[in-house]
T-cell receptor
Framework: LAKTTQPISMDSYEGQEVNITCSHNNIATNDYITWYQQFPSQGPRFIIQGYKTKVTNEVASLFIPADRKSSTLSLPRVSLSDTAVYYCLVGTGFQKLVFGTGTRLLVSP | DAGVIQSPRHEVTEMGQEVTLRCKPISGHDYLFWYRQTMMRGLELLIYFNNNVPIDDSGMPEDRFSAKMPNASFSTLKIQPSEPRDSAVYFC????????????FGSGTRLTVV
């Protein structure tokens, strides 16, 4: 399974755009890139998934360059409720997902 | 859809006692996963099932841990005997049999062994 590297923590303010970058140099051809969000005392929640280029949903955007060795999760105009841990994972749905340490995002007023 | 349902939500038990955690996956999901989360080790995959069959249990820490999935709508994770170091939040997740489908996690069971 491809190993991922992402920042341990990030700080932001309400209303700002937050970009969290994840490195996955050993991503395989069939691997998808998936991001999960985890609030305290809750299980991780699927937020977005992509294979290449750009994916956007009601929650976030995911940018993936052509070489797919990294990806960037973009959260537009964050609010206090976006304070959470964000995990980047690569693999296919048939594989077990191995979670890294994630990025702890703190949004302040 | 009620999502992945785990019970109990909290469990406090004494060292040496047997503990059973329960999970009901989303109907129609082919995969079921058990994870454990602690501050020190983060989220660890313990075991996962495909169509009720255990596929990979390499993450199960010791023989004290066992997991079963007697049917498509129910799974258990048992710890016998429990130890204080087993204290953690245990999550169950399920997924469809599709290569690009994400997991849906339950709310977890917070286990405290005293």
């Amino acid at each position: 399974l491809a190993k991922t590297t992402q920042p341990i923590s990030m700080d932001s303010y309400e209303g700002q755009e937050v970009n969290i970058t994840c490195s996955h140099n050993n991503i395989a051809t069939n691997d998808y890139i998936t991001w999960y969000q985890q609030f305290p005392s809750q299980g991780p929640r699927f937020i977005i998934q992509g294979y290449k280029t750009k994916v956007t949903n009601e929650v976030a955007s995911l940018f993936i360059p052509a070489d797919r060795k990294s990806s960037t999760l973009s959260l537009p105009r964050v609010s206090l409720s976006d304070t959470a841990v964000y995990y980047c994972l690569v693999g296919t749905g048939f594989q077990k997902l191995v979670f890294g340490t994630g990025t702890r995002l703190l949004v302040s007023p | 859809d009620a999502g992945v349902i785990q019970s109990p939500r909290h469990e406090v038990t004494e060292m040496g006692q047997e503990v059973t955690l329960r999970c009901k996956p989303i109907s129609g999901h082919d995969y079921l996963f058990w994870y454990r989360q602690t501050m020190m080790r983060g989220l660890e995959l313990l075991i996962y099932f495909n169509n009720n069959v255990p596929i990979d249990d390499s993450g199960m820490p010791e023989d004290r841990f066992s997991a079963k999935m007697p049917n498509a709508s129910f799974s258990t994770l048992k710890i016998q005997p429990s130890e204080p170091r087993d204290s953690a939040v245990y999550f169950c997740a399920s997924s469809l049999n599709e290569e690009n489908y994400g997991y849906t996690f339950g709310s977890g069971t917070r286990l405290t062994v005293v």
